[in-house]
């Protein structure tokens, strides 16, 4: 029996301010196929690192989401806490989609 994958977008916040792409690649692909990375680093007015989250595109089975989250979130990972929670879709991946139909 085909397990069922559906894309999903994933918030992953409390990142340390050197985390790559890559790790975030490694860290998730366990779970699923994860097709797009995105980290974003929020600065204050001085410009020094605030705040460090990314959002993950993964194509995933429904068990695997649930064991991605259960295993991940709230865990230490290269000194951050890491916060997963789904994404809501983003704005231009939607209007993509929306073009394709």
């Not at 990375?37 to 705040?51: A, F, L, M, S, Y």
């Not at 991940?72 to 939607?94: C, D, V």
Request: proline share 1%.
């Amino acid at each position: 029996m085909k397990v069922k994958r559906e894309t999903k977008r994933l918030y992953v916040g409390g990142l340390s301010q050197n985390i790559s792409e890559a790790d975030l690649q490694n860290q998730f692909s366990r779970f699923g196929e994860v097709s797009d990375v995105e980290i974003i680093t929020r600065k204050d007015d001085q410009g020094n690192p605030q705040k460090v989250f990314a959002y993950i595109n993964i194509s995933v089975a429904e068990a695997d989401l649930k064991k991605c989250m259960s295993v991940l979130n709230k865990t230490k990972w290269k000194g951050g806490t890491l916060q997963i929670q789904l994404a809501k879709e983003s704005f231009l991946h939607r209007r993509i989609q929306i073009m394709k139909t």
